[in-house]
């Protein structure tokens, strides 16, 4: 079994902000986990694969033991840099080529 796990993960807006970067939105899910979790439960390295600032869609890699975490964290997220903001998982799972499909959509 994988000691990762691999998520397409995709940020709605309710606006646009001006420059959209990918450490804004590896550090978005950071902070999630933080809130979420606390400064010592949230503690984890969240890798950012691939990014597109265009599409505000990313495949991130996170350790196993935090998958259930990240997607609470993703799930209860409600707002980036001050703007009304939900986080979409399109797929999920231990092997990086399971996403396949969705990463040719990337």
Sequence with gaps: MSNFYYLDV???LATEPEQLLAVFFKSALEQSLSRIFGEIGGQTTVDLLKFDARRAR?????PASFYVKLRSAIALTGSFQ???ASF???????????????????
Excluded: M, N, Q, Y
């Design 82 to 84: 001050d703007i009304p």
């Design 10 to 12: 995709s940020l709605k």
């Design 88 to 106: 979409v998982v399109h797929k999920a799972g231990p092997l990086l080529l399971g996403l396949l499909e969705t990463h040719l959509e990337f």
């Design 58 to 62: 990313a495949l991130i890699r996170v």
